[in-house]
């Protein structure tokens, strides 16, 4: 046998073979970690009863008597019912409007007005981008609850309509959303 005093080089093939292979793993990493960011873009809001205000502030009480001075029992507040269903929470900071895929989400509410015969309140509509590879975007909205009825035993409005502020999810200014 023969020694080889000169050291063998890799092929320029096999260079540009493992450049390959590398650099589409870490693309495909890259773009799969960001599938599953694109899927749970509404993810981060919360959209459960639980994780909205629990109960109400010490100031503001669930029952209150109504300007009428005729009538001096006290009314009950509805509430809202995150996708129709749990226990009615009063002025919930969050809204889940597509329940089906939560692909929709009203977002940081601040209530105006929240009273017996309706609430309204302005914060964001969370749309995710969902499998698209769309970017999920936010829509600044005013919200009207209103019709509210004895649900399962508890008063909880059944309607929302949202009026958007400027640019919108799907070319419409308002839409409504039965949500009991």
Request: hydrophobic letters at 45%.
């Amino acid at each position: 046998m023969t020694d080889r005093a000169v050291t063998r080089r890799a092929s320029w093939r096999a260079v540009l073979a493992t450049f390959a292979v590398v650099t589409v793993l870490v693309l495909g990493g890259v773009w799969l970690g960001q599938a599953a960011d694109r899927a749970s873009a509404v993810g981060a809001a919360p959209k459960t009863a639980a994780a909205q205000k629990a109960r109400p502030s010490a100031k503001k009480e669930q029952t209150h008597r109504t300007a009428d001075a005729k009538s001096a029992a006290p009314v009950e507040l509805p509430g809202v019912r995150d996708c129709g269903a749990g226990e009615p929470v009063l002025e919930p900071k969050v809204i889940t409007l597509a329940c089906a895929d939560a692909g929709a989400v009203a977002s940081d509410i601040k209530w105006e007005h929240y009273g017996a015969d309706g609430a309204d309140g302005s914060g964001v509509v969370l749309v995710s981008g969902g499998a698209k590879g769309v970017a999920p975007a936010s829509f600044p909205a005013v919200f009207h609850l209103y019709g509210a009825k004895n649900v399962d035993g508890k008063r909880a409005f059944t309607g929302l309509d949202v009026e958007y502020l400027g640019a919108t999810p799907s070319g419409d200014s308002t839409e409504t959303y039965t949500i009991a």
